[in-house]
């Protein structure tokens, strides 16, 4: 614990000790801790600041002031004006607002709460909320919530996973693509829920019981067409037989025959539990 200064022995009349002013020397020159309490004015010199310079000086009310720069390892008051300087990392309890500007790079470690309007642009990673007014630059993956009807055109190409429902109508100007594939009758092969257009061949006599089975894994209101291109033997379409109730016309066998006529046509389509065919021949 330090050590104060003490009257304690100096009365009028009476021996001056030599500790009587040894105890002052040792507080200044720093042989001994000691607490110095000042009332009045205290001013500083070394000597190299020029005639009637002070570098520190206590005025009468207790306020410290300081011409030059100072270099302390600790410093406490109840009030400061003037500036630092360094970089402020020991000093503790500062919170203040600010309001001005900032010309260069800037690192936020934590939240960053906005109550106001931000101008400008943001790049980076990390979560916004909040109304916004502007445009987005990117692929827009991280955005969430996002529910909304578009109205306009596109110029280019575009392709949709899924059903797309028109309620009004619809005007083409250029052609539409369908999927289409070739089967051979004897192979008993199984139509896909992708083909709209289904060529097949029915010209092996290998087999008698040429079979073209229906996907059951398909959308309701799916439309497929069969056309005949090649041979003149029997063949026919089966619903799915591993799903029960999956019918062709209502017939308890799910089966119907095809027609032999080169280039027939027999569009098929399904409710979501039955199919039903209808037959198309060829002009002549």
């Given amino acids: 614990m330090a050590l104060s200064l003490s009257k304690t022995g100096i009365t009028t009349g009476e021996s001056v000790e030599a500790w009587h002013v040894t105890q002052s ?3 200044f020159n720093g042989a ?6 000042l009332s009045g004015s205290l001013m500083y010199k070394d000597g190299n600041e020029g005639l009637n310079k002070v ?26 004006s003037g500036s630092y300087t ?25 939240s960053l709460t906005v109550t ?15 109304s916004f007014t502007g445009s987005f630059i990117g692929d827009g993956s991280g955005l969430t919530g996002v529910i909304s009807e578009w109205d306009g055109t596109l110029n280019g190409n575009a392709e949709i996973t899924g059903s797309i429902i028109v309620t009004s109508n619809t005007t083409l100007g250029g052609g539409v693509t369908f999927n289409t594939r070739n089967l051979i009758a004897s192979e008993n092969p199984f139509a896909s829920s992708s083909d709209y257009i289904i060529f097949y061949d029915a010209s092996d006599t290998s087999v008698g019981n040429d079979t073209i089975f229906l996907p059951f ?11 005949r291109i090649t041979g003149s ?13 999956n019918l062709i016309n209502g017939l308890t066998t799910a089966s119907i025959s095809l027609p032999t006529t080169l280039y027939s046509r027999v569009n098929v ?6 199919w039903y065919a209808t037959e198309e021949t060829p002009l002549t």
């Fill in 25 to 27: 020397i040792d507080a």
């Fill in 32 to 37: 001994e801790e000691y607490d110095i309490i």
């Fill in 55 to 80: 570098l520190v000086d206590i005025d009468n009310n207790g306020s410290l002031g300081f011409s030059s720069t100072l270099n302390l390892t600790s410093i406490t008051a109840s009030a400061f």
């Fill in 86 to 110: 360094g970089d402020g990392t020991n000093i503790t309890g500062v919170t203040a607002e600010w309001d001005g500007s900032h010309l260069g790079d800037a690192s936020i470690t934590g």
């Fill in 116 to 130: 106001d309007t931000i101008s400008g642009s943001f790049v980076g990673d990390g979560n916004l909320t909040g």
């Fill in 217 to 227: 894994s398909i959308n309701t209101g799916q439309c497929l067409s069969f056309i």
């Fill in 233 to 245: 033997l029997q063949a026919k379409l089966n619903s799915d037989y591993t799903v029960s109730g």
């Fill in 269 to 274: 389509v399904y409710d979501g539990t039955s």
